[in-house]
């Protein structure tokens, strides 16, 4: 890339979350392969961060790459109104067996965000064909579930800034976020706030929406699977729909291959994403229980109200289906393991350093949490001179490599983070 690409970059291209007049440096990538991108002057770097969760077998992999070349042959894209393909099947086939068994009628979407519209409408039209129609959502505080109106509705009101859309946006209900950890001892009044919310609103609320064990781009706080069994039982008991948002936590990630295994409950629908097609096209998937569908199916309505355009491109289903073949193989498990075990002797004695506040640890996601946040231009340009790709936000530098990491490779990951964080010139006080 030219200098001339980058100007051009930088003044005609929106990046995420960053200014239009002020933006953040963009780093230009031509290659990645393994666990390594290539910048364009031709230095490597290793990468901490699966490009946000979903390049967990690493990039440029030969089955994921031959999987997408032999589809293109067949076809690239078809509509899925009154046609199907032996991609879509195929992978749906999969899906279906991998998740918790009452899952078993699946939607394909184009992204994450768009998983969790759909989880939502179905929700919304279960009820409507209920003949009770209800509205609302009961979440967290600190969640995220993605950027278009609906799911920002439930992510976090301050994070992502709901003032912003005051009488746009539909008013959820936000409990409390967990503060009971992933290892802590189980509080029974941590969950005090919640049941009392949905208590005081059992009748308007149609589902409850959380991302299991792990909230992700809301802080990356890990907490106790009680939450979500209690949560299961609750939901139960007043006929309440629990909605599963994986796209983050979802293929193995947390060490299971779904967080909600950690509880072992079954939410009654699901939303998966990112890692589905290991990391390569976008894709999302979104699975109900065959009452949710049938409900839907036998309302007003007939069917359920949504069909995008791109719905089960074949070319990522194709690669999709490969990716969770690979998963089946299972060495994943082994990987996350070696993966949390280095992270934990790595980043551990992090804890005792002046600039942090917490390290946690969870599968293959390490996170060192800062007292003051980063400032993001200088740490991410230290950490390019490291020869390491890590993306730090906020007060939270974490890692997230692709589970075929090496461990010279996460060596150098945890020391770059471990240098960073013993110079206090790259946070604001
Ligand atoms: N839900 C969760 C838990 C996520 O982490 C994300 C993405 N960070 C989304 C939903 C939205 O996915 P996408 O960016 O693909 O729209």
């Known amino acids: 890339m030219t200098p001339a690409d980058l100007t051009f970059d930088r003044r005609h291209i929106w990046h995420p979350y960053t200014s239009m007049t002020q933006p953040l440096p963009a780093y230009p990538i031509v290659s990645a392969a393994g666990c390594e991108l290539k910048l364009a002057d031709g230095r490597p770097l290793v990468d901490g961060m699966s490009s946000w969760w979903a390049a967990i077998h690493g990039y440029s992999h030969p089955r994921l790459n031959e999987a997408m070349k032999s589809q293109i042959d067949q076809m690239s894209h078809v509509m899925f109104g009154g046609i199907t393909h032996p991609a879509a099947v195929a992978l749906c086939r999969r899906l279906v067996a991998m998740t918790p068994e009452p899952l078993e009628c699946v939607f394909l979407a184009d992204s994450g965000s768009v998983a969790v519209e759909v989880a939502m409408k179905?929700?919304?039209?279960?009820?409507?064909?209920?003949?009770?129609?209800?509205?609302?959502?009961?979440?967290?505080?600190?969640?995220?579930?993605?950027?278009?109106?609906?799911?920002?509705?439930?992510?976090?009101?301050?994070?992502?800034?709901?003032?912003?859309?005051?009488?746009?946006?539909?008013?959820?209900?936000?409990?409390?976020?967990?503060?009971?950890?992933?290892?802590?001892?189980?509080?029974?009044?941590?969950?005090?706030?919640?049941?009392?919310?949905?208590?005081?609103?059992?009748?308007?609320?149609?589902?409850?929406?959380?991302?299991?064990?792990?909230?992700?781009?809301?802080?990356?706080?890990?907490?106790?699977?009680?939450?979500?069994?209690?949560?299961?039982?609750?939901?139960?008991?007043?006929?309440?729909?629990?909605?599963?948002?994986?796209?983050?936590?979802?293929?193995?990630?947390?060490?299971?291959?779904?967080?909600?295994?950690?509880?072992?409950?079954?939410?009654?629908?699901?939303?998966?994403?990112?890692?589905?097609?290991?990391?390569?096209?976008?894709?999302?998937?979104?699975?109900?229980?065959?009452?949710?569908?049938?409900?839907?199916?036998?309302?007003?309505?007939?069917?359920?109200?949504?069909?995008?355009?791109?719905?089960g491109n074949p070319l990522a289903c194709a690669v999709a289906c490969e990716s969770l073949a690979l998963l089946e193989e299972g060495g994943w498990q082994q990987q996350v393991k070696a993966i949390e075990q280095q992270l934990l002797t790595g980043l551990g004695p992090l804890k005792d350093c002046e600039q942090v506040a917490d390290v946690r640890v969870l599968g293959a996601i390490g996170v060192v949490e800062t007292h003051y946040p980063v400032d993001m231009a200088a740490l991410q340009a230290f950490f390019v001179e490291q020869g390491v790709w890590v993306r730090p936000f906020g007060r939270l530098i974490y890692l997230m490599p692709p589970y075929i990491i090496s461990r010279d490779q996460l060596a150098k990951l945890i020391a770059a983070v471990t240098k960073a964080v013993a110079n206090p010139a790259f946070f604001r006080r």
């Open 122 to 311: 179905m929700a919304l039209q279960y009820w409507h064909a209920k003949g009770e129609p209800r509205q609302r959502f009961l979440t967290f505080r600190h969640g995220y579930h993605g950027d278009t109106f609906g799911a920002m509705s439930v992510c976090d009101p301050d994070n992502s800034m709901h003032s912003l859309w005051q009488g746009y946006l539909p008013e959820h209900l936000f409990a409390p976020a967990p503060q009971c950890g992933f290892d802590d001892e189980w509080d029974e009044m941590d969950i005090v706030p919640f049941a009392r919310l949905m208590a005081a609103h059992r009748q308007e609320i149609a589902a409850v929406i959380l991302e299991p064990v792990v909230q992700g781009a809301g802080g990356m706080r890990f907490y106790h699977p009680e939450w979500l069994r209690r949560i299961r039982r609750m939901c139960d008991r007043e006929g309440i729909l629990l909605i599963a948002d994986e796209i983050a936590t979802g293929f193995g990630r947390t060490g299971k291959l779904f967080a909600c295994d950690h509880a072992g409950i079954a939410p009654d629908i699901m939303c998966l994403g990112k890692a589905l097609t290991g990391g390569t096209m976008t894709l999302s998937a979104t699975l109900a229980t065959r009452n949710v569908a049938e409900t839907i199916s036998d309302g007003e309505a007939g069917c359920f109200m949504h069909g995008p355009t791109f719905m």
